[in-house]
């Protein structure tokens, strides 16, 4: 134990080190400046320019590292900036340690400016834990529990509050620690759910975000190829967590009771690989609920499993979970292997640009290793037909539906994965949300291509109002927004495609430039049933 007294801000920049920090991610107020001056060289500041840009863009890149990203934010005010990316950050499991400037203790009775009543309540209850600790020298050690309960699964953000007074105080570094937070299912449960599979004669297994959050795509491809069982896509999912191009790979699930029941009804049985039984975004009458078909969910996530409508459940990390399935699964190479997922035909060319027709052509330009930070609600159907993805660490969007997550988020990505091409497929919608980060690349030069599928409005809303049978709501048409010149505002050149003649030339552009460009994709308005998306 090193016993040197240090002040609060030496001990607190220890801590980060400990834990593998190299890079804070910030929006500086005057609360927060003894914590920033005389900056350290070995600590990247990633400044951003509003708050919820700050917390998509840790997000970005805690998922990609797999690290617990560290966040700075101004005060109560900045703090409530960050919310709504918050809350993604929450429902995505990141493990993130928010801290957040305090006035001075000194002030607190007297209600200062900038000041936060019950500052550590103010998050929940969409962070893990939350403290503003009684006592100056408590700051660090409160830091460190925060970054090791972030990591435990299920993983998500925690935060800190820090009168700004604090950090002159004088402090020890706390003892390093080490959590092990992987954890073993029970093995009879591992057994039983091995004979369901092996006795099943149509097994269908659907793959959720935590598999590939967890580094499992092989693992879970080596589970499904071993059962020969179709694998879908889980309802909403955040990530990639199969090759989408498999000859196994049987499609997307809807976000709907009878959708999701009409395309599992073949099935005599069902797993659930880390994800919720099941994500539904309407109502609606669920056969599958009730036909008595076995449903088995594995997930590292008690709320989850206590939530489930209905079957069984074994709580595991999924490396643990699938190591030990693979160990009790016999070969099946006598079953029948599900029929390969149809095809789409060629979207043809066409002005306006079709949506599937811009998205066919960023398929097939785009480089092997590239990764998709997507968040074009409206689009999701059409991506999922002409944009394939190939499974680990190849997408990556929101989980909670809110916007504003994705265009910082692929810049957190790109610092994540430098040499990779990001492309940060967006909404003219979504991109309002967040339009700020792409300052932050610009400034940092990094390889990101914000694709702009723009249709002049929120596309997603046109087609619920349709759904809901909501005619003519106010608020859907989005006229006289200029992307380029936004773009080039914040020090990132872009082009506008009208012309499908021009689609390829400038996406081409995009994707071989050496730092940002903004593509800005005018499409026409047609948008898909987003709970009965199209076969194939």
């Not at 003892?175 to 029970?186: K, M, N, Q």
């Not at 909403?236 to 395309?263: I, K, N």
């Given at each position: ?12 920049l220890?801590?980060?080190?400990s ?15 003894a ?10 500041y990633?400044l951003?320019?509003?708050?919820g840009c ?17 966040v700075?934010?101004h005060s109560a ?14 429902r995505?499991?990141t ?7 305090q006035?001075?203790?000194?002030l607190?009775r007297l209600?200062p ?12 209850p969409y ?18 529990q925060?970054f090791?309960?972030?990591?435990q ?22 003892p ?16 039983r759910?091995?004979?369901a ?17 967890n ?10 190829e ?10 909403m999912?955040?990530?990639?967590s199969?090759p ?29 690989f880390?994800?919720?039984?099941f ?19 594995i997930?590292?996530?008690p ?13 595991a990390?999924l ?7 693979l ?16 095809k ?5 060319a ?8 811009a ?9 092997q ?10 689009h999701?159907p ?19 539906g ?12 790109a ?14 919608g979504s ?5 700020q980060?792409?300052?932050?690349a ?7 291509a ?12 046109r087609?619920?109002?349709r759904?809901?049978?909501?005619h003519?709501?106010?608020g ?21 495609v ?5 689609l ?8 071989a430039?050496?730092?940002p460009?903004?593509?800005d994709i ?15």
């Amino acid at each position: 134990m090193n016993s040197k007294v240090l002040t609060v801000r030496e001990a607190t920049l220890g801590v980060l080190r400990s834990f593998g920090v190299d890079r804070v991610f910030g929006n500086p107020g005057s609360t927060e400046l003894a914590f920033l001056g005389d900056w350290p060289e070995d600590i990247d500041y990633v400044l951003g320019l509003q708050e919820g840009c700050v917390v998509g863009m840790a997000d970005g890149y805690a998922q990609a590292t797999g690290r617990p990203a560290f966040v700075n934010l101004h005060s109560a005010a900045g703090l409530g900036h960050a919310l709504g990316n918050l809350f993604t950050a929450f429902r995505n499991k990141t493990p993130m340690v928010v801290t957040a400037g305090q006035q001075a203790r000194s002030l607190l009775r007297l209600r200062p400016y900038l000041f936060a009543e019950d500052a550590e309540q103010f998050p929940k209850p969409y962070v893990k834990w939350s403290a503003e600790p009684a006592r100056a020298e408590d700051v660090p050690a409160a830091i460190a529990q925060a970054f090791l309960t972030a990591m435990q699964h299920p993983r998500g953000p925690t935060f800190v509050s820090v009168p700004s007074d604090d950090w002159a105080r004088p402090a020890s570094i706390p003892p390093v620690r080490h959590v092990a937070t992987e954890f073993a299912p029970d093995p009879a449960a591992i057994v039983r759910l091995g004979s369901a599979i092996a006795a099943a004669k149509r097994p269908a297994f659907i793959v959720g975000p935590e598999v590939d959050r967890n580094g499992c795509v092989e693992a879970m491809v080596a589970v499904a190829e071993r059962t020969r069982a179709a694998v879908w896509a889980s309802p909403m999912s955040s990530r990639a967590s199969f090759p989408e191009l498999h000859t196994q790979f049987s499609g997307f699930l809807p976000a709907a009771p009878g959708g999701l029941a009409r395309a599992l009804r073949e099935a005599d049985l069902i797993v659930v690989f880390g994800a919720p039984v099941f994500t539904f975004h309407v109502e609606g009458q669920c056969e599958l609920l009730d036909d008595g078909t076995p449903v088995w969910q594995i997930t590292d996530d008690p709320t989850e499993a206590a939530s489930a409508a209905v079957g069984d459940t074994i709580i595991a990390t999924l490396p643990k979970a699938l190591d030990g399935l693979l160990s009790v699964l016999p070969d099946r190479t006598d079953r029948v292997l599900p029929s390969p997922r149809v095809k789409p035909a060629a979207p043809a060319a066409a002005n306006p640009i079709p949506p599937s027709y811009a998205l066919s052509r960023l398929s097939g330009l785009l480089p092997q290793d590239a990764i998709v930070v997507e968040e074009a609600p409206s689009h999701r159907p059409a991506i999922q037909q002409f944009l394939p993805m190939r499974g680990a660490d190849s997408f990556y969007t929101m989980a909670s539906g809110g916007l504003g997550y994705s265009l910082p988020a692929s810049v957190g990505v790109a610092l994540a994965r430098p040499g990779k091409r990001i492309v940060c497929l967006i909404g003219d919608g979504s991109a309002m949300y967040c339009i700020q980060a792409i300052w932050t690349a610009a400034q940092r030069g990094l390889p990101i291509a914000f694709v702009v599928m723009n249709n002049s409005g929120y596309g997603a809303m046109r087609a619920f109002s349709r759904i809901m049978q909501a005619h003519r709501p106010p608020g859907i048409d989005l006229p006289g927004l200029d992307f380029v010149a936004l773009a080039k505002g914040l020090g990132c050149p872009g082009n506008r495609v009208t012309d499908v003649a021009q689609l390829d030339r400038v996406l081409g552009e995009a994707l071989a430039a050496k730092g940002p460009m903004l593509v800005d994709i005018a499409v026409d308005e047609t948008t898909t049933d987003l709970f009965n998306p199209p076969k194939g």
